[in-house]
């Protein structure tokens, strides 16, 4: 046992969980628990945006797509930009019209309280699939160290992200986030120098090796309308349109990213939060797929066989190979990453439970009253997510299935968003319509073909709202 190390880690646990429950004096209404009493700086949302766009999937499985693959992961991350203008300029002004707390109170004043409680319900399948994968992800790099056994590491992660966020609520997520994305980026950027230092050339042979084997080839501009075209994950055109269409579902219509977005003080904060937490993003993934480039030439240097599956070979690597402390920090950085996330989903989820199913039905209860539901919705969402990382034990790549998962939904999420902002043909029963079409069609693509997660979102939004139209035409009702 490296004592040290695990002094490093446990200092961590134990310092996150007392910095966020120190904010539980400051929760005393139902702003202060899901927006933060909207007085958060821009920011440090920004970086809080960072904390929840990244999680353990980002940081054990994009080292290994480049350890395996290049840097075409980018393409997808240009994509993220193209989406924040979208979201800027369509979303923002209906969110900060008036005090939402949820982004599905927007669906309810456009169509009605069905869809509202149908868009939400639909986050809550969807966020609690994403993160149950995401929370065992937790479960690989804790096991490494402590060699405990996955269900019992989902444990202690959980149990400890879900007190700091029970007691201190949407403020201790946001300033937690702040921590511990600069101590994942902070502990990424040492493990960086420290594996380079391991290799004889250095950075010089890296740079060579890893160049004549096309690892830092970013765009793939290949064009041929035929099945491989779109069963090609990390092409130019899927990176830009799947990078687009999923970061606009996921910061435009996802509570998770919503709810940090109305927690700032007006629209211009939220819209500085947004376009700086890109730069932030860029620079990290592009740090993550360097780190795996480092450690391709590492292992083909020394002729050892790499880990598997492949999201452990950057853990592995970090608590095997790395001096004592240094190990632990890195350790320690990637525990911040999935707590942060953790600490966001469990947030959104109460919130949406809350406001979007339990107060539109029970209106007129004392303020006190909803804020303990709040806080029993973050428990019992906490058991949830146990339970659903305990039963994704068997997926291959976890930043994938995490992806892909969020993929099917989030185009019917899009599609709807979209028709209700853009026009106002349609009504309650034709956008349900076409919803139900979305997930449906996606369903069909994910299991009955060979096309790759990055189109899910595209041709989940294209389909909700094209049917959402055609069945606006047909259908006789009130529009609003």
């Not at 405990?148 to 937690?176: D, K, N, R």
């Not at 790549?397 to 043909?425: D, M, P, Q």
């Amino acid at each position: 046992m490296r004592y040290v190390d695990l002094a490093v880690i446990a200092l961590y646990l134990i310092g996150i969980t007392w910095f966020g429950a120190r904010f539980k004096e400051s929760q005393k209404s139902l702003k202060d628990y899901f927006l933060g009493g909207r007085n958060t700086p821009w920011w440090a949302i920004g970086f809080s945006i960072v904390s929840a766009e990244t999680s353990t999937l980002t940081v054990i499985g994009t080292p290994a797509l480049s350890f395996y693959g290049n840097f075409g992961l980018l393409q997808v991350v240009m994509g993220y930009l193209l989406a924040r203008v979208v979201i800027s300029l369509l979303f923002l002004p209906h969110y900060f019209r008036g005090e939402l707390y949820t982004a599905y109170e927007l669906m309810q004043r456009r169509f009605g309280p069905r869809l509202r409680r149908l868009t939400a319900g639909t986050f809550l399948l969807l966020r609690a699939l994403a993160e149950g994968v995401r929370v065992f992800a937790i479960s690989i790099v804790i096991s490494i160290i402590l060699g405990t056994g996955e269900i019992a590491s989902i444990v202690v992660i959980v149990c400890l992200t879900l007190f700091y966020t029970f007691e201190g609520g949407m403020t201790a997520v946001i300033w937690t986030d702040v921590v511990q994305m600069f101590l994942y980026v902070g502990g990424a950027l040492v493990s960086l120098f420290v594996i380079l230092h391991q290799i004889p050339g250095g950075w010089d042979e890296v740079a060579q090796k890893a160049a004549l084997a096309g690892k830092f080839q970013v765009f793939d501009f290949r064009f041929e309308p035929t099945l491989d075209f779109f069963s090609r994950t990390y092409s130019f055109w899927a990176g830009i349109l799947g990078g687009c269409f999923l970061t606009t579902a996921s910061h435009g219509t996802e509570q998770l990213m919503v709810q940090r977005l109305l927690s700032a003080r007006d629209e211009q904060d939220a819209r500085k939060a947004l376009f700086a937490s890109w730069i932030v993003i860029f620079f990290q993934f592009t740090l993550f797929l360097v780190i795996g480039v480092i450690l391709w030439v590492y292992y083909a240097d020394s002729g050892m066989q790499p880990p598997k599956p492949a999201d452990r070979i950057y853990p592995q690597f970090i608590w095997s190979s790395l001096p004592v402390g240094v190990a632990g920090l890195g350790i320690a950085a990637i525990l911040a990453a999935a707590m942060s996330n953790l600490s966001a989903a469990l947030n959104a989820l109460a919130s949406t439970s809350i406001m979007d199913f339990y107060k539109p039905k029970y209106p007129n209860r004392e303020e006190s009253h909803y804020l303990r539901l709040a806080k029993l919705a973050t428990l019992v969402w906490g058991a949830v997510l146990f339970v659903i990382g305990v039963a994704a034990r068997s997926v291959s790549s976890v930043l994938e299935a995490g992806l892909g998962i969020a993929s099917i939904l989030y185009g019917a999420l899009l599609g709807v968003f979209l028709v209700g902002v853009l026009t106002k043909r349609a009504g309650e029963r034709a956008a349900m319509a076409g919803m139900v079409a979305g997930i449906g069609v996606n369903l069909f693509v994910k299991f009955g073909t060979q096309i790759a997660w990055t189109w899910y979102v595209l041709i989940g939004t294209v389909v909700t709202a094209g049917v959402a139209l055609l069945a606006s035409a047909v259908m006789r009702e009130e529009k609003r």
